[in-house]
């Protein structure tokens, strides 16, 4: 049975950074791809960054520059770096793997205060 497990969310002040980390277990194969989406209450989950087992990265405009994403094929883990964090950013982030079929996090909250 296949589980992501997040952690590194909680409460930082508008410019301060965090550090997302999620570990995928329970598949014998690397996932195809691996990333985050976040949700703001009221608000539809969006795709904030994903990257591919071959290393192929993307950020959504609203984060370019100021979010990284990287993993660790061999532990099945991805990160997500965020720097100059804004009260926008504020969300529920969810990681999610992709193999046969799509896996999600439970989730975990990142609120930026001003």
């Known amino acids: 049975q296949v589980q992501l497990v997040e952690s590194g969310g909680g409460l930082v002040q508008a410019g301060g950074s965090l550090r997302l980390s999620c570990a995928a277990s329970?598949?014998?194969?690397?996932?195809?791809?691996m990333g985050w989406y976040h949700q703001a209450p009221g608000k539809q989950r969006e795709l904030v960054a994903s990257?591919?087992?071959?290393?192929?990265?993307y950020c959504a405009d609203s984060v370019k520059g100021r979010f990284t994403i990287s993993s660790d094929n061999a532990k099945n883990t991805v990160y997500l770096q965020m720097n100059s964090l804004k009260p926008e950013d504020t969300a529920v982030y969810y990681c999610?793997?992709?193999?046969?079929?799509?896996?999600w996090g439970q989730g975990t909250q990142v609120t930026v205060s001003s």
């Open positions: 990257i591919t087992s071959g290393g192929s990265a």
């Open positions: 999610y793997a992709d193999l046969s079929a799509r896996y």
């Open positions: 329970g598949s014998p194969f690397s996932f195809n791809r």
